[in-house]
């Protein structure tokens, strides 16, 4: 078990599933790929994405923009979920948690699948989407329990489907551990362990380990590695940070002097920041926005970036989530940021700096452990969901207040705690996840209530369920719904390439300029 912290959960989350980014309403976000067509087509992709959308124009009709007659028919009220947790085949008993669980769809049919994380109180539980509603339990992939912490799950070529990534505490530093690395094997739903073979199971790859990303640090289109630790460990020299290229079939060579290995951090997210194609970092407890300059390599451009905000130092401190997030379908990440138990803040990106938002665009007392991005009410502006980081105060069950932040349009949210994705339980708030597990279009959320811990140095952990809520906003073409398009994101056309971190061109009306 690792030392007490309350941990953030978006760090693990956004590397953790970066299949199911593109399913969080991203905006516009999926498959640009670099290499030529081969002319074969792309395999079914495990991706999709949701958002709102205006269907298909009639045969012959002009290029058009968004027509507003249209858009005065978009409803804009606030989702709505009911509890699918007793129908839905997973776990219902409480467990403590770390980081949420991995979501991705591992087996290639299209469907998202589940390792749910109860830290080291259980093994590490799949469950694979049946595409009927239901979750069900397969074979524990590693045969014992341990100190799970982040996951990333991503394709490394071969089977399809999608392989992760599992960071290892370290015991508080006296023996660290090196990641588990998943691997696909066929549509059997067939898991093996491939650590030692992609080079990262060995004393160098050790530590007490925390936050894995899987990302292509080169523009090669295979997807590296990083391997973020909390401290280093016992008799561990360094770096503490580690980075290895993949120097093809999803074998791992580490890499030096990237601008990451002394990081003070211990969770990030990946996003393009400024713009320029190339994925870069946002690492934290103590913020730090890292902008990649070339292949492995990364500037700190903190200060420069944060320095126009009032107040900005402060704000680097404590954060304990953060989550990219388009305010108004500019193209660019602004950052959300949870710093509970202080107010959650909003910064705007000018593309070469940070901006803090207007007074109020988040509602004040808003202060939260965790949180996830998607348009729930398919109205086209990505709203909020965030997670409630405090357990009731007299240790009885009640109804936690996560919180949803319904976009306004104009860069500010609505707070509703009246939105049915409510755990009854006395556990504080872990983890928030939206995915639409059922494709039905409308996002859905996987919710994880529980401290990290059942006890540590005189502190008493409270474990929780985990809840799956699935949402009941109105169908299109019923009364007050809304249109949505799913996309599926394939290999590249060499093969090599992983959808994460693609970025997607649509053309609306049969032509005109890329939308
Ligand atoms: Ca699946
Ligand atoms: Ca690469
Ligand atoms: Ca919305
Ligand atoms: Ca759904």
Redesign the pocket.
């Known amino acids: 078990m690792e030392r007490y912290r309350r941990a953030t959960t978006s760090a693990r989350r956004l590397a953790a599933t970066c299949l199911a980014t593109a399913a969080v309403a991203a905006p516009l976000a999926a498959g640009q790929w670099t290499s030529p067509g081969s002319g074969a087509p792309p395999p079914p992709s495990p991706a999709n994405a949701s958002f709102s959308a205006l269907g298909a124009p009639p045969p012959g009709a002009p290029p058009m923009l968004l027509p507003t007659t249209v858009r005065a028919r978009t409803s804009t009220a606030d989702a709505t979920w009911q509890d699918w947790t007793p129908a839905s085949g997973l776990p219902r008993n409480n467990r403590v948690k770390y980081s949420g669980s991995l979501i991705a769809d591992m087996d290639g049919d299209g469907w998202y699948d589940l390792v749910l994380n109860n830290h080291d109180q259980t093994r590490l539980q799949v469950f694979w989407n049946n595409r009927r509603g239901r979750f069900v339990r397969g074979q524990d992939p590693l045969p014992y329990r341990m100190d799970a912490h982040g996951m990333a799950a991503g394709d490394l070529g071969g089977a399809a489907g999608a392989d992760w990534v599992v960071m290892q505490g370290g015991s508080n530093g006296a023996t660290p551990a090196a990641p588990r690395l998943l691997r696909t094997r066929g549509s059997a739903r067939r898991l093996v362990q491939g650590q030692r073979r992609a080079g990262v199971d060995g004393a160098a790859s050790a530590g007490r380990g925390r936050t894995p990303l899987l990302v292509d640090l080169d523009g090669d289109g295979d997807l590296d590695l990083v391997l973020l630790n909390y401290d280093l460990a016992a008799g561990d020299w360094g770096p503490r940070q580690k980075v290895y290229e993949n120097i093809g079939a999803g074998i791992f060579r580490q890499r030096a002097r990237t601008g990451l290995e002394d990081l003070t951090v211990e969770r990030a997210i990946v996003a393009d920041l400024n713009g320029d194609g190339r994925l870069d970092i946002v690492a934290f407890p103590y913020l730090r926005l890292l902008l990649s300059t070339g292949p492995f390599s990364f500037k700190d451009v903190t200060v420069r970036w944060l320095r126009s905000i009032p107040n900005w130092s402060a704000l680097r401190y404590g954060v304990i989530a953060v989550a990219e997030v388009d305010v108004d379908n500019e193209g660019v990440a602004d950052l959300y940021l949870c710093r509970h138990p202080r107010q959650d803040v909003l910064l705007r990106n000018r593309g070469f700096r940070l901006a803090a938002s207007p007074a109020g665009a988040v509602p004040a007392g808003t202060t939260s452990g965790d949180v996830t991005v998607g348009d729930f009410n398919n109205d086209g502006h990505l709203d909020l969901f965030l997670s409630h980081a405090s357990g009731t105060a007299n240790g009885r069950p009640g109804w936690r207040p996560d919180r949803l932040l319904t976009a306004t349009g104009d860069g500010r949210f609505r707070a509703s705690t009246a939105h049915g994705a409510t755990q009854w339980t006395s556990a504080p708030g872990d983890s928030v996840q939206a995915?639409?597990?059922?494709?039905?279009?409308?996002?859905?959320l996987l919710v994880g209530g529980g401290d990290e811990v059942t006890a540590w140095r005189g502190t008493t952990g409270v474990p929780g369920p985990w809840s799956l809520f699935?949402?009941t906003i109105p169908r299109p073409g019923a009364v007050g719904g809304n249109h949505w398009i799913a996309l599926s994101v394939g290999r590249s056309p060499s093969g090599k390439g992983a959808a994460g971190g693609a970025t997607l061109r649509l053309r609306a009306g049969g032509g005109g300029p890329p939308r």
């Open positions: 995915f639409d597990y059922d494709r039905d279009g409308r996002l859905d699935t949402s």
